[in-house]
C-alpha cells in the first residue's frame, strides 16, 4: 500500500474510532474532530517519506490509545459517575 493510501486510511480510522470513543460526547467528538483535521492539515505538505512513516506511526499509537485506554464516565448524580458499560448493566 502506497504511503498516500495509508495516510487517508489513518486518518479514517481515527475519525472511526473517535465517533465510537466519544459516541455520547458531543464536545469531545467535536474537539477530537478538530485536532485530528488540524494535525493532518499541518503535515499535508509533507514530502520526506521517513518523516511520513513516523507521522503515521504517531497517528496509529494515537488511535490505539483512543480505542484502548479511553474511558467516557456518565454524571449519575452530585458525587458519582459510572462507566458506559456500567450504566449498560443497570439496563
Same mark, same amino acid.
Given at each position: 500500500?502506497?504511503?498516500?493510501?495509508?495516510? %487517508?486510511?489513518?486518518?479514517?480510522?481515527?475519525?472511526?474510532?473517535?465517533?465510537?470513543?466519544?459516541?455520547?460526547?458531543?464536545?469531545?467528538?467535536?474537539?477530537?474532530?478538530?485536532?485530528?483535521?488540524?494535525?493532518?492539515?499541518?503535515?499535508?505538505?509533507?514530502?520526506?517519506?521517513?518523516?511520513?512513516?513516523?507521522?503515521?506511526?504517531?497517528?496509529?499509537?494515537?488511535? %490505539?490509545?483512543?480505542?484502548?485506554?479511553?474511558?467516557?464516565?456518565?454524571?449519575?448524580?452530585?458525587?458519582? %459517575?459510572?462507566?458506559?458499560?456500567?450504566?449498560?448493566?443497570?439496563?
Amino acid at each position: 500500500m502506497g504511503q498516500a493510501a495509508k495516510v %487517508l486510511q489513518l486518518f479514517r480510522t481515527l475519525h472511526r474510532t473517535r465517533q465510537q470513543v466519544f459516541k455520547n460526547d458531543p464536545r469531545a467528538l467535536e474537539a477530537a474532530r478538530i485536532k485530528i483535521n488540524e494535525e493532518f492539515k499541518c503535515n499535508k505538505s509533507e514530502t520526506s517519506p521517513k518523516k511520513i512513516e513516523e507521522l503515521i506511526k504517531i497517528g496509529s499509537d494515537v488511535e %490505539l490509545i483512543l480505542r484502548t485506554s479511553v474511558i467516557q464516565g456518565i454524571h449519575t448524580d452530585h458525587n458519582t %459517575l459510572i462507566t458506559e458499560t456500567e450504566q449498560a448493566h443497570l439496563i
